[in-house]
Structure formats: C-alpha cells, structure tokens
C-alpha cells in the first residue's frame, strides 16, 4: 500500500500520520517533544517502522511542518517543507471544506487562519506572550491541584464565571490566586480563565480579522471544552472541532507530500533506518551584519546537511554536502 507521511515537530508536541492514496488516515502518533525533538522524532520513527514490521505500507512521500520542520525534514529527507499555516489550512479544508476561519492553539503559540473557497487568504500569529496556550493551560491545571481534562469539565459546571486579566500570564494567575482568596469556586475561575484567554486571542490574535463561520477550532488545546465553550460564547457561532484535531498539522504536511509526488517527482524519504542515525546539531551566530542571526546546523557524516536561520539566506543557500 502506497502511503504519504506527514511529520509535524514542534516545541511542544511532535505529530506523525500515515494517509494511504484515498487520503484516509491510516496511523498518527502524538508524542511529546520534551525539549528533544531529535530523538523523539527517531523514537516516532521507529514505532512507526514496528508498526510496519510485515511491510504493509510503502513511504511514496514525506512532508514537514512545524518549529523544527528544516530539522525533520532534513532527517528524514522530506519532499515537501511547510509553514505552519499551509498545513493547518490545507488539513482543515481537506477534512471541512466548507471551512471559513480556523482557530488553531498550540502549545507555545497560537494562529488564526482566514480561508475563501479552500484558500488561506490571510492569518496571524501570537509567538510572543504563553497566555492561552497548552502550556499555560497545563500549568494552571497543575497548580490548581487537578489535570488538564478535569480544568475542561469543570469550567463547563460554572455558575457565575469570574473576571479573569488574561492579557498577560503573570497577571492571569495573580489574578486567579487572587479570585481563589476571595472564595469563588474553581469551577467560576477555570470559567472565567477560559474566557479571559478566549478575549486576549481575539483582541490579539482575532484582531481585524474577519472571523464567519464555518469556525475550525484545531490544535491541542482544541480537547479543552471550556475554551471551546467561551469561544462559542465570545463569537455567537458553533465551534467545529474536527477528528483529528491533535495531528492537524501532520495531516496537511501528509496531503501535501502527496500533492508533490504526484507531480512525477520521486521522493526523498530515507527509509525507516533514519533512526539509527547518529545527526550532530549545532549553531553559531552569523556576524556579518547587524542582525546577528543564530544559526542552526545539522551534520552527518562529518559533512553540514543543513543550515537555517539566517534572514538573508546566505547560510541556507550554501550547503556543504547534501546526504541522500
């Protein structure tokens, strides 16, 4: 069976699909990237290859997205490289074509995505602040005494949710103590922390963006029902969350791989042994100019795979050797 891998490795979380040539999801695997996206994209990798002992599936395409989708797709020898954007977009309309806006909050960042007739017509990011991503979800679950999909349910059994200052997370938990001291229930305050989140994404993120229905919500924190719930509330429109919400992005990097080797192109893909593979990752920092770029490199072998970072290109550009 001819199969398309998609990878997606970011800062928190690293994604892994198999679609077959009908485009229906055939594995995915979430695993957390722990700070170590090299060796946790190799252990996906070989659960991947287990799963494909009797050799069922053959890799006829790979794709890349996320953080560290130079890193991957340099890894595994990618056919197709993608932003962020493309794949989450490409995903969603494959999956909900009539798909209008698409909400996408990860771990460390968060995305709005407008689309017209299946194409990404305009988007934001917010990179800066951790205010309404996984992370801070998780963090504030935790310090709450209780797990992540408790937080979800919980802020669903709110009475009167509290006024929470989510524009910054500092303040946010300060604020949430504050609450706490004063008596109200956790359940007002986790209601009121999934608002207050909702509110900054939309004056941040949202902002100037024209956001109509059909309205995808998508990305880890996409599983929280209480974030799902003040975006309904925030917005006056349904929320769709679509089946494969988690591995959005690795889905798209999946369908475009295929999109790419359909064109006559043979891939790039260096077989399951990728993760017996010993890859040396370093950087410096490019004093050429004033923008002192940090550069990120990748070796083989003794020879430079790869190089990224660099604003102007000039690193990328020159390549050392290139290992197939």
């Known amino acids: 069976m001819k199969c398309y891998l998609g990878i997606d490795v970011g800062s928190v979380s690293t994604n892994i699909v198999l679609i077959n040539q009908e485009k229906k999801m055939i594995y995915n695997d979430y695993l957390r990237t722990q700070g170590q996206p090299l060796i946790i994209l190799k252990n996906g990798l070989l659960k991947l290859a287990k799963a494909n002992s009797n050799n069922d599936y053959e890799i006829a395409g790979v794709g890349t997205t996320g953080s560290a989708r130079h890193l991957s797709g340099v890894i595994v020898g990618a056919d197709v490289i993608k932003n962020e954007i493309t794949a989450h977009a490409v995903a969603a309309t494959e999956l909900i074509p009539e798909a209008s806006t698409i909400l996408e909050i990860g771990g460390q960042d968060s995305k709005i995505i407008i689309v017209r007739n299946c194409v990404a017509v ?6 800066v602040c951790a205010a309404g991503t996984g992370s801070f979800l998780d963090q504030q679950a935790a310090r709450l005494g209780i797990t992540i999909e408790e937080f979800s349910q919980m802020a669903l059994k709110a009475k009167t949710p509290v006024r929470i200052a989510g524009r910054c997370s500092v303040f946010a938990e300060s604020d949430m103590i504050h609450k706490q001291q004063l008596g109200h229930s956790l359940a007002d305050i986790t209601a009121g922390l999934c608002e207050a989140l909702v509110r900054n994404y939309l004056n941040n993120v949202g902002k100037g963006k024209e956001i109509v229905a ?13 974030i799902k719930a003040a975006f309904e509330k925030a917005l006056g429109i349904a929320i769709i ?28 893909f260096r077989g399951f042994k990728t993760f017996e593979d010993q890859h040396d990752v370093a950087s410096f920092e490019c004093q050429d100019c004033a923008n002192s770029c940090e550069v990120i490199e990748i070796g083989y072998g003794g020879n430079c795979l790869a190089r990224w970072g660099d604003k102007c290109g000039k690193w990328e550009n020159s390549l050392v050797a290139n290992i197939t």
């Open 122 to 127: 305009d988007f934001a990011m917010n990179t």
């Open 214 to 226: 059909p309205v995808v919500f998508q990305g880890g924190v996409a599983a929280n029902q209480g």
């Open 241 to 268: 969350i679509p089946e494969h919400f988690k591995v959005m992005g690795a889905l798209g990097a999946a369908l475009l791989a295929k999109e790419e080797i359909e064109k006559g192109k043979k891939t790039r």
